[in-house]
């Protein structure tokens, strides 16, 4: 029997997820990688190995568009910040995500498109028009949405005799997150009250997409059509001056964050999502640490906590690169983990 040839992979954007993506292509003998598009210019020309602590590997990393959509591949990993957080919006990305299709390779992305129905029968349109040019499937995984917040919950239900309300709660310590961009500048740790509205604007915008997309998968698995996702969100301020790998808070500045998005049924929760997000979480002593929770209130109830999870954003990463094999072997099509195998870790087993 022929052995199997490697899947065609794209690296599409290095930081902080997509760096983690980039090395387990390269690791993983299933994968051949294909080509690397960056948006850091000073990463253009850098070997894709190097760029990540790797052997070289011969394929420099580019910031051409047209070169990428060229190049022939079997998958792209599609892992850039979502446009609506530089000012854009759902249209912007969903060009790109839509002419990758349309050139004959499988996407997964961590910009949304958990559940693109969200937004409307004219969205759902471009996407399968778009992947029946191709031959192509389109996967979105999300960074949290997408595996705590939909699929862990999801499973759950399946013990349920009677199902009353899901809550899922995220707390995050972003002490050690390197990127300046996310945590100071989009998250808006470190800002002033006056500035911090301002600031949160697109992140706001990319929250409240992101997450109702989640919620609104759950509903639509259990049968449950909601009347609307609600969206509140609260601050809280430093007391003290205090560094993290992103930067300096300073004294009477916001170093933590509370949102919660509220699937609501004639005024009722039938899902909730908390997402805490603080700066240095020994320093944020209110809301919980961090940490994920889900309870499913009914019959039983039940409840399962993860006191931690160092290393989340290769979680993140590892859930689309874990994804690849199934989405390029999917039918041609918008896919949601509702219609795809469970991605394990198989395949990245390492026995001493």
């Not at 390269?26 to 960056?38: A, D, K, N």
């Not at 969200?118 to 996407?127: F, H």
């Not at 949290?144 to 699929?151: A, C, E, I, K, Q």
Request: proline share 6%; glycine share 10%.
């Amino acid at each position: 029997m022929p052995a199997q040839q490697p899947l065609r992979v794209i690296q599409w954007a290095t930081g902080a997820v997509g760096s983690y993506a980039l090395h387990s292509v390269i690791t993983r003998p299933e994968f051949q990688l294909s080509g690397v598009l960056v948006y850091d210019p000073d990463k253009v020309g850098l070997d894709s190995g190097a760029l990540v602590g790797l052997p070289e590997t011969g394929v420099p990393c580019v910031d051409d568009v047209d070169q990428m959509l060229a190049t022939e591949a079997d998958c792209v990993l599609h892992m850039p910040l979502p446009a609506a957080y530089f000012g854009g919006d759902y249209a912007a990305d969903l060009e790109t995500v839509c002419a990758l299709l349309a050139s004959g390779k499988n996407v997964i992305t961590t910009t949304g498109f958990i559940y693109p129905q969200v937004y409307g029968a004219a969205v759902v349109e471009r996407l399968e028009t778009a992947c029946q040019a191709g031959g192509t499937s389109v996967y979105g995984t999300g960074i949290n949405p997408g595996f705590m917040s939909d699929l862990l919950p999801l499973a759950l239900t399946g013990l349920s005799t009677r199902l009353d309300h899901i809550y899922v709660r995220e707390s995050s310590d972003y002490l050690g997150h390197p990127s300046r961009q996310i945590v100071m500048d989009l998250i808006g740790f470190g800002r002033a009250p006056r500035d911090y509205a301002t600031t949160v604007r697109p992140f706001r915008t990319v929250q409240r997409a992101l997450f109702s997309e989640s919620v609104q998968l759950v509903a639509a698995a259990l049968g449950v059509k909601l009347d609307e996702v609600e969206e509140t969100d609260e601050y809280e301020l430093s007391s003290e001056e205090f560094e993290i790998t992103a930067g300096l808070v300073r004294p009477g500045t916001v170093c933590a964050s509370r949102w919660i998005f509220s699937g609501l049924i004639r005024g009722r929760p039938f899902m909730t999502v908390e997402c805490v997000y603080k700066a240095d979480a020994a320093k944020v002593r209110r809301w919980p640490e961090p940490g994920f929770a889900i309870h499913i209130e009914g019959r039983p109830q039940i409840m399962i906590k993860i006191d931690e999870m160092p290393h989340g954003l290769a979680g993140a990463a590892a859930h689309a690169v874990n994804s690849i094999a199934a989405v390029c072997a999917a039918p041609v099509g918008i896919r949601t983990l509702l219609d795809l195998p469970l991605a394990t870790g198989r395949g990245v087993i390492r026995l001493a």
